[in-house]
C-alpha cells in the first residue's frame, strides 16, 4: 500500500497540533505571578525557595504555599516530598534550602550541618504537630478505652481477640465480642511509626520492648503502606485495629488513651498542649528546639500520641535574598494564619502561643552572612 | 452427489462421517447445560460466583457429551477446546472490566474543564487540576520515546539483521540483563549519573526521561526483534536477488513488514513507561506549578501527581482522592490515544500482504 | 520445518557506504545499551558493597545481609510465580481466541481493549487491588481455611482484609496478562498461512490445526511475552507495596495477613526514609533482584533458542 507523503505529514501534524494547543493556553490558576498580588504591606521579595523532606508535611506544605504566595508572589516556592530521610540529606548536602522532617537532626548529622550552616548553626522548629489516633473497626463498638500496656500488647501480638480481660478490664460494662483483632501497622519506614512505637516504649516498656523505630519491628500483623493505606485496611476489615493521624480516621472508632486515671481521645488541642509542655533534647544550640515529647504525661488536657515534624535550615545563609526568603517563610508558617491554613487543609494541631513565641526568635535570628 | 448405492463403503464412509450437529445446536446445548448449573447452585444455597462456575461447567460438558456422540471424537475435543478458550476470555475480562469500571466511576467525578486548565499552584481543598502534571508527563514520555525507540530499533535490527558472533551474543544477553532493572534502580542510576555532573540536589525532566528510557530500550528491543525475527526469509532473500543493498532491504522490505507488530511493541513500552512512578519520584520529584522546560528543576508528572494526591490526600481527603483517580483516568485516555497513533501507523505503512 | 538453507548475506565484494553508516550505527545503538548497563551494574555493585562488607549486626534486622533479602526473594518470586502460573494459560486463550475464534469483526476491538490494559499505571491496579479485588477474594479465604486447610498454601488463619500473597499474585497476574496476550496474538497472527490452510484442507478441526501449525510456531513468541510479563511481575513495584500486607517471614501461607514482601515493594516502601547503611542495603537487594531477573531470562533464551528453528530470520 502506498500513501503520499502529504498524507503522512497529515497524521503527524495533526498529532503535534493537539499537543500544541494543550500546551499553548496555559494554566488558567497561574497568572504570572501578579495576579494574586499581595495585600501585606511586607517588603516584597523574589527568588527560589526549595524544600524537600517529609511526606507527612505535604498537605500543609501545600496550603503554606498557597498562603505564602499570595503574600511574596515573587518568591518561587517548592517542596517535594521525597520523604525525612531524605529531606534532612538534602539539606545537609547544600541541595534544598530548608528540610522538612517527622526527626530532628541526629548527632552524626548535627557535625555535619556544621559544614553546611557554618558556626550559627540550624535552626529546628516543631511547626507540624500531628496526633496519631488509635482507630478501629469493630461492629457495635463506639466507645473503647485503652491504656498503653494494652495498646501494647494489641500492637506486639499478645491480646488477640477483642474480648481479651485486659481489654474488658479497660472497658468496664462493654460488651465486646470475641473477634480475632488484625492489628494493622505501617508496612514503609515513617515518622508515624517511629512516634507511635516511641510511645510504646515510654509508656509501656515492660510490654513492648522492641524499643522505638522508623521500621514496624515486629513480624504478624497486617502491613499497610502510608496512612491512607492504613485507614484503608482498617476500614476494609472486622476486628481491625491500627495507627493514623487522626484527620483522617473518617468514620472508624477512635479509642480513647489512658493518660494518668483517665481516657483522653486525640484532638489537636490536647496534641498541641503535650508538645508545649515537653522538654527541649539537650545540648542543642539555641535555635534548635528539637523537642522530646512527653510520653508519660498524667495531665487529662494531654494527649501523648503526636507526630512532631520540623523544619530544619541554617540560621545564617550565604545570599541574603536567599534568607529572607526562609524567613519570611517560616514567619509565615508560625503564624497564626500558617497554622490555622495547615490545620485547614491538613488536619494539623496548631502550634502553642508560647512556641510560637520561642520559635519567633529562631526566625527573627536567621540572617545572610556578612 | 448422484452416488447409487452401489458406491464403495470406504468412499461412503468418508462422506457421510461429517454428520454435524446443526448450527446452533451448541448454543442451546450449551444454554441448557448452564440452566442446570444454575438450578444446581439455587438448590445448594445461591451464589452468582458459583451459580456461573456450576452453570459453565455443565454448559461445556453438555456441548462436549452431545458432539461426542454425534459428531465424534476429535470434533468433540474441537468444540471443548472451543469452549475451555471462550471462557477462559470471559474470566480474564472479569477483572479487567471492574478495573475499567473502577477507575471510570471514580476518575468521571473530576473529568471537567478545570481539570485541563488549572495546576495546583495555589489550591487547597477542592478545585484545582493537573495540567502541569499531563503537560509534563507527555514531555517527558516524548523525550523517552526520542530517546529509546531509535536506539532500542537499531538495536534489534543489529541483533537480527547484522549481528554475528560475540558481540550479538553479548548484546543480547544485556539487554536480558537490562529487563531485570527495577524501576526504582532505574530511577537511582539516573540520579546518581546526574549528581556527579550537577551536585545531589539536581532534578530535572530529562533525567526522568533518561531513567525511563533505561526501562523503555529493553522492552522496545525484545519485541522489535520478535517481530523482526518473524519476516520471512523469503522476503529478504528476494531483495538480495534484485541486488538491493542490504541497508535499503531493511528499510523498504524488512521494516515496513514488521511495522505493525513493532507499533504495537513500542506503543506497549511507551505504555510500560508512562505509567511508571518510583523513578519518576527520586529523579524529577514533583512542583505544584506548572514547569515546561525539562531541563530546568522539577516537573510534575500524572502517575507521581496521583501517588501523591491518593497518599498524602489532606484534609478533608476526598478532594485529593478525586483527583487522583481522574488523573489515573487521563493517563488511560493518554495511552488509548497513543495506541489510536500506533494502529493508524500500521494500517498506513504496513504493505497489503497477500490474503 | 526446513525452508531455509543458508543465511542470507549480503552480496559480499562491495559493501556500499550506507551499508556501512547503517550497520555502524545499529552496532552503535547495541554498544551504547551496553555501556548504559556497565554504568547501572558499576552503580548498584558500589553502592551495594558497604552492605555486603558491613557486620551483620549493623544491618536493618540485626542478623546480616542475608538473613534480610531472604524472605524477600522468596516473596519476590513466590508473587511471580503465582502470577505467571495463573496468566500464561489464560493469556494464551486469549490470544487464540481473539485471532482464531472470535467473530472478524470484534477482534480487532477485542484486541484494542486488551492492549489498553497493558497500560494501566501499576498505582491504580493497587489501588483496584485494595479496593475490589482483596475485599472480594475475602469470602474464598474463609472458604479456603475452612476446607482447604490441610494443604499447607491454605492453612489460614484467613486475612480479614484479602491482602495477601494469593491476592498479590492474582492481581500480578491481571497486570502482565496483557502483555503476554498482546505479545502472544502478534505471533499466532503470524503463523504461516500455507501451513494452516494445509492443515485445514486435511480435514484438522479447527483445534487440531491450532496445535499442528499455530502453536508450534508461535511457541517462542509466547515464551517471549511470558519472560516480559515475569520481568514486569518481578520489578512490580506499587501495586505490591499497596495490596501485599508485607510483615512476616517466609511461609508459603497464602492467604494470612503475614506475607513476606518482594524486594521491589520492599525497596519502594523503605528507600524515602532510609540513611546511610540503610540505603546501601536497599540497593543490595535490588542487586539480588536483577540477577534473579538475568537468570530467568537466560533460562528463557535457553528455552527460546532451543525452538530457534520456527522463527522466519534464522
Not at chain 2, 208 to 233: D, T, W
Not at chain 3, 57 to 70: E, H, K, N, T, V
Not at chain 3, 139 to 167: C, Q
Not at chain 3, 269 to 296: K, M, R
Amino acid at each position: 500500500m502506498k500513501l503520499s507523503t502529504t498524507t503522512r505529514a497529515a497524521v503527524l501534524t495533526a498529532a503535534l497540533a493537539g499537543s500544541l494547543s494543550l500546551a499553548a493556553c496555559g494554566a488558567s490558576n497561574e497568572s504570572g505571578g501578579t495576579g494574586s498580588a499581595g495585600t501585606s504591606s511586607a517588603e516584597q521579595l523574589s527568588g527560589d525557595l526549595v524544600g524537600a523532606g517529609s511526606s507527612a508535611q505535604q498537605a500543609a506544605m501545600q496550603a503554606w504555599q498557597a498562603g505564602f504566595n499570595s503574600q511574596q508572589p515573587g518568591v518561587n516556592f517548592s517542596y517535594d516530598p521525597v520523604g525525612s530521610g531524605g529531606g534532612r540529606e538534602q539539606f545537609l548536602a547544600g541541595a534544598v534550602d530548608f528540610a522538612g522532617s517527622d526527626a530532628a537532626l541526629s548527632d552524626e548529622e548535627l557535625t555535619k550541618a556544621a559544614d553546611r550552616c557554618g558556626a550559627s548553626g540550624v535552626f529546628e522548629l516543631p511547626n507540624y504537630i500531628s496526633a496519631i489516633a488509635v482507630v478501629y473497626n469493630l461492629d457495635g463498638v463506639n466507645d473503647l478505652n485503652l491504656t498503653p500496656a494494652t495498646v501494647a500488647g494489641i500492637f506486639n501480638g499478645s491480646i488477640t481477640t477483642w474480648n481479651d480481660p485486659k481489654i474488658t478490664a479497660d472497658n468496664p460494662g462493654a460488651t465486646l465480642p470475641s473477634t480475632t483483632i488484625t492489628p494493622v501497622h505501617r508496612g514503609d519506614k515513617s515518622g508515624t511509626t517511629k512516634n507511635f512505637t516511641d510511645y510504646l516504649a515510654k509508656a509501656a516498656g515492660d510490654v513492648w520492648t522492641a524499643g522505638a523505630v522508623e521500621e514496624w519491628p515486629t513480624a504478624g500483623g497486617e502491613a499497610a503502606n502510608g496512612t491512607s493505606g492504613v485507614i484503608a485496611s482498617v476500614g476494609g476489615g472486622q476486628g481491625t485495629i491500627g495507627y493514623a493521624d487522626e484527620s483522617q480516621a473518617g468514620d472508624l472508632g477512635i479509642a480513647n488513651i489512658g493518660v494518668g486515671d483517665t481516657f483522653v481521645a486525640p484532638s489537636p488541642e490536647a496534641a498541641a498542649a503535650v508538645v508545649a509542655n515537653s522538654d527541649r533534647v539537650e545540648g542543642r544550640d539555641d535555635y534548635d528546639f528539637a523537642i522530646s515529647v512527653n510520653r508519660t504525661t498524667t495531665s487529662a488536657d494531654e494527649y501523648p500520641i503526636v507526630l512532631v515534624s520540623y523544619h530544619i535550615g541554617c540560621v545564617e545563609y550565604d545570599d541574603q535574598a536567599k534568607a529572607d526568603a526562609v524567613k519570611a517563610f517560616q514567619a509565615y508558617v508560625i503564624s497564626e494564619d500558617g497554622q490555622k491554613a495547615a490545620a485547614d487543609a491538613a488536619g494539623s494541631s496548631p502550634i502553642s502561643a508560647d512556641l510560637r513565641n520561642q520559635a519567633q526568635t529562631a526566625v527573627d535570628a536567621i540572617t545572610a552572612a556578612a | 452427489m448422484t452416488a447409487t448405492r452401489s458406491a464403495p463403503p470406504e468412499t461412503r464412509g468418508l462422506v457421510e462421517q461429517s454428520r454435524r450437529l446443526p448450527r446452533l445446536a451448541p448454543l442451546g446445548l450449551f444454554g441448557l447445560g448452564a440452566l442446570a448449573g444454575v438450578a444446581v447452585s439455587a438448590l445448594t444455597g445461591f451464589s452468582v460466583v458459583l451459580a456461573v462456575v456450576y452453570a459453565v461447567v455443565l454448559g461445556t460438558l453438555a456441548v462436549y457429551v452431545a458432539s461426542r456422540s454425534v459428531e465424534g471424537t476429535r470434533k468433540a475435543l474441537d468444540r471443548l477446546v472451543t469452549c475451555v478458550v471462550t471462557t477462559a476470555f470471559a474470566v480474564a475480562m472479569v477483572p479487567l472490566v471492574s478495573l475499567v469500571w473502577t477507575v471510570l466511576s471514580r476518575g468521571l467525578r473530576r473529568l471537567d474543564g478545570e481539570f485541563f486548565t488549572s495546576s495546583m499552584l495555589g489550591v487547597v481543598g477542592e478545585g484545582g487540576g493537573a495540567y502541569h502534571a499531563i503537560l509534563g508527563t507527555l514531555i517527558i514520555t516524548g523525550l523517552t520515546a526520542v530517546i529509546s525507540v531509535p536506539i532500542g530499533l537499531l538495536t534489534a535490527i543489529y541483533v537480527v539483521e547484522y549481528g554475528t558472533g560475540r558481540l550479538k551474543k553479548a548484546i543480547t544477553f544485556l539487554v536480558d540483563v537490562m529487563t531485570g532493572i527495577p524501576s526504582i534502580v532505574a530511577g537511582l542510576f539516573a540520579f546518581a549519573l546526574f549528581a556527579i555532573f550537577f551536585g545531589p540536589g539536581v532534578r530535572l525532566g530529562i533525567m526522568g526521561a533518561i531513567a525511563l528510557s533505561v526501562l523503555m530500550i529493553p522492552v522496545v528491543v525484545r519485541s522489535s526483534e520478535e517481530v523482526l525475527k518473524l519476516v520471512p526469509n523469503e522476503l529478504r532473500e528476494a531483495a538480495y536477488a534484485l541486488g538491493v543493498p542490504k541497508w535499503r532491504t531493511i528499510i523498504k522490505v524488512v521494516i515496513p513488514t514488521a511495522i505493525a507488530g513493532l507499533a504495537t511493541g513500542v506503543t506497549l513500552a511507551v505504555a510500560r513507561v508512562i505509567g511508571e512512578t518510583a523513578p519518576l519520584l527520586i529523579t524529577v520529584g514533583i512542583i505544584n506549578g506548572t514547569n515546561l522546560d525539562p531541563f530546568d528543576g522539577r516537573m510534575a508528572t500524572l502517575p507521581v501527581f496521583a501517588y501523591y494526591q491518593l497518599t498524602q490526600p489532606g484534609f478533608p481527603p476526598e478532594f485529593a482522592i478525586d483527583r487522583a483517580w481522574t488523573a489515573a483516568l487521563i493517563l488511560i485516555i493518554l495511552v488509548m490515544a497513543l495506541n489510536v497513533v500506533a494502529r493508524l501507523i500500521s494500517r498506513f505503512f504496513a504493505p497489503k500482504t497477500g490474503r | 520445518m526446513t525452508l531455509t538453507t543458508a543465511p542470507p548475506e549480503a552480496p559480499r565484494p562491495k559493501r556500499r557506504v550506507g551499508d556501512r553508516i547503517f550497520a555502524g550505527s545499529a552496532t552503535g545503538a547495541g554498544i551504547l545499551i551496553l555501556l548504559v548497563l556497565a554504568g547501572v551494574a558499576v552503580f548498584l555493585i558500589s553502592e551495594a558493597w558497604p552492605a555486603v562488607t558491613a557486620p551483620a549486626g549493623d544491618i536493618p534486622g540485626g542478623d546480616g545481609l542475608s538473613a534480610y533479602i531472604a524472605p524477600l526473594i522468596f516473596g519476590t518470586l513466590l508473587a511471580a510465580v503465582i502470577a505467571l502460573v495463573v496468566a500464561t494459560p489464560l493469556a494464551v486463550a486469549i490470544a487464540l481466541y481473539i485471532t482464531y475464534y472470535a467473530p472478524r469483526r470484534l477482534a480487532a476491538a477485542m484486541g484494542y481493549v486488551i492492549d489498553l490494559l497493558a497500560a494501566i499505571p501499576s498505582v491504580v491496579y493497587g489501588f483496584w487491588g485494595i479496593a475490589a479485588l482483596a475485599p472480594a477474594l475475602v469470602p474464598f479465604y474463609v472458604w479456603a481455611e475452612d476446607n482447604l486447610g490441610f494443604i499447607p498454601l491454605f492453612a489460614g488463619p484467613a486475612s480479614p482484609t484479602g491482602r495477601t500473597m494469593f491476592t498479590a499474585g492474582l492481581m500480578l497476574a491481571v497486570m502482565i496478562l496483557p502483555i503476554i496476550s498482546a505479545i502472544s496474538r502478534e505471533v499466532f497472527s503470524q503463523a504461516p498461512a500455507l501451513h494452516r490452510e494445509a492443515a485445514l484442507a486435511l480435514g484438522a478441526t479447527r483445534w487440531e490445526m491450532i496445535k499442528m501449525a499455530v502453536l508450534p510456531y508461535g511457541k517462542s513468541g509466547v515464551i517471549g511475552g511470558a519472560m516480559l510479563g515475569l520481568g514486569r511481575a518481578l520489578g512490580e513495584t506499587l501495586a505490591i507495596a499497596i495490596v501485599l500486607s508485607a510483615s512476616g517471614g517466609i511461609t508459603f501461607n497464602l492467604i494470612s495477613t503475614s506475607n513476606p514482601s518482594t524486594i521491589a515493594a520492599n525497596i519502594a516502601l523503605q528507600f524515602p526514609e532510609s540513611t546511610g547503611l540503610d540505603v546501601n542495603t536497599l540497593i543490595a537487594s535490588g542487586l539480588a533482584l536483577f540477577v534473579i531477573t538475568l537468570a530467568v531470562n537466560m533460562l528463557a533464551r535457553w528455552v527460546v533458542n532451543r525452538r530457534a528453528d520456527f522463527s522466519g530470520a534464522n
